[in-house]
C-alpha cells in the first residue's frame, strides 16, 4: 500500500534554481522522512519531521508538514548538479519503524 | 566505517531456481528490513525483523523467505514461487524497531534479473 505521494514526478532545474517537491499522505502519522536515491543506489535519510512539528532546516533543506492537510514539501535552495537524484517522502504510522514510502520525485538540476 | 553491505550487486536468476541475497550491517541495529523497488516507484516492504530469530511479513512477502540467525545478518531468498522477481531489492536497518522517530539506513541494493 501506498502511504505517500510525491509531486511532481519529475522535476528539472537550472544550477542555482530552488527546488520544491510535494507530498500527501492519507492517514494520520507519528513522522514523515524524506530520503534520497542517486540512481542505481540505495537511499540515504535527509531529515525527520515529527507529527508535532511544521517546519525543519537542515542545511540548504527546509521541510514542512501540515498535517491538517496532510501534507508535506521538500524545498531543496540554490540547487547543483550534484543534486541530481530522486526524492522520496515516507510515513511512519502506528508504533513500528515501519516506512511506507511514495514513488518519489525525480529532479534534474542542469549546470 | 559502520554501515549496510548488500551482495551481490548484480544477480540472475534461472526459471525454477531459489536465489538468496545477502544483507549484512555492522551498525549495531536491532531492526532489519527488505525492500523491493520496481522502475519508477517507490519502496514496498517485504520482511522486517524486530530481533535475532524473529521476522514479519511485509505488504508483498509472497515468493520470498527469510532468516534472521545473527544480528548482522538478514538473508532474502527470492524462491521460484516469485514468479516476476526482477526488481531492485534493498536492505535496510534501524537502531529499534520499535523507536519509531528513528531513520533507516540502506544499503547499496541487488539488482536481479531473469535469465
Known amino acids: 500500500s501506498q502511504q505517500g505521494e510525491e509531486d511532481p514526478q519529475a522535476l528539472s532545474i537550472q544550477e542555482g534554481e530552488n527546488a520544491t517537491m510535494n507530498c500527501s499522505y492519507k492517514t494520520s502519522i507519528n513522522n514523515l522522512q524524506w530520503y534520497r536515491q542517486n540512481s542505481g543506489r540505495g537511499l540515504v535519510h535527509l531529515i525527520l519531521?515529527?507529527?508535532?512539528?511544521r517546519e525543519k532546516h537542515s542545511g540548504r533543506l527546509r521541510v514542512t508538514l501540515d498535517t491538517s492537510k496532510k501534507s508535506s514539501s521538500l524545498l531543496i535552495t540554490a540547487s547543483r548538479a550534484a543534486d541530481t537524484a530522486s526524492y522520496f517522502c515516507?510515513?511512519?504510522?502506528?508504533?513500528?519503524?515501519?516506512?511506507?514510502f511514495g514513488a518519489g520525485t525525480r529532479l534534474a538540476v542542469h549546470p | 566505517d559502520g554501515g549496510i553491505t548488500q551482495s551481490p550487486k548484480y544477480l540472475f536468476r534461472k526459471e525454477g531456481q531459489n536465489v538468496t541475497l545477502s544483507c549484512e550491517q555492522n551498525?549495531?541495529?536491532?531492526?532489519m528490513y527488505w525492500y523491493r523497488q520496481d522502475p519508477g516507484q517507490g519502496l514496498r516492504l517485504i520482511y522486517y525483523?524486530?530481533?535475532?530469530?524473529?521476522?514479519q511479513k511485509g505488504d508483498i512477502a509472497e515468493g520470498y523467505s527469510v532468516s534472521r540467525e545473527k544480528k548482522e545478518s538478514f538473508p532474502l531468498t527470492v524462491t521460484s514461487a516469485q514468479k516476476n522477481p526482477t526488481a531492485f531489492y534493498l536492505c535496510?536497518?534501524?537502531?529499534?524497531?520499535?523507536?519509531?522517530?528513528?531513520?533507516?539506513?540502506f544499503g547499496d541494493g541487488t539488482r536481479l534479473s531473469i535469465l
Open positions: 519531521i515529527r507529527s508535532n512539528e
Open positions: 525483523s524486530q530481533i535475532v530469530n524473529d521476522f
Open positions: 535496510a536497518s534501524s537502531i529499534q524497531q520499535g523507536a519509531f522517530n528513528q531513520p533507516q539506513h
Open positions: 515516507a510515513t511512519i504510522s502506528g508504533g513500528y519503524n515501519k516506512l511506507i
Open positions: 551498525l549495531n541495529h536491532d531492526a
